[in-house]
């Protein structure tokens, strides 16, 4: 994982520790194209995929997407989250489940 990953990735952590969500970092030994987080909000299954840039060089890999895939087939979020849809990921979840939305230290970082 990039260090520009790292920091959607400490937003996303920031985010739900702040909201009170539930949440798990996943490391590569969970298994090939498991997502970087794991959250339960509002009692839905969310998996999230971090990438710095989706349009980038470094993007998803087939077993990524298929994880993501086998999320939503059985009724959970899949979700790919990277620098440009990081907050507006946020403003999303706090908008349907009532949350107060806190910015945090990505969009300080002029990103």
């Not at 909201?19 to 909000?41: E, H, K, M, S, W």
């Amino acid at each position: 994982m990039s260090s520009r990953e790292d920091l959607v990735l400490e937003e996303l952590k920031n985010f739900f520790k702040h909201n009170d969500i539930f949440y798990i970092r996943t490391n590569p030994q969970n298994g090939i194209g498991i997502p970087d987080l794991i959250a339960c909000v509002n009692g839905k299954f969310f998996g999230i995929e971090v990438k710095d840039n989706i349009e980038g060089s470094y993007r998803m890999t087939q077993a990524q997407y298929r994880r993501l895939e086998s999320i939503v087939y059985s009724g959970g979020v899949g979700c790919l989250v990277d620098k440009n849809n990081v907050l507006a990921f946020e403003d999303n979840i706090c908008r349907k489940c009532g949350f107060e939305n806190q910015r945090f230290g990505y969009n300080k970082k002029g990103y």
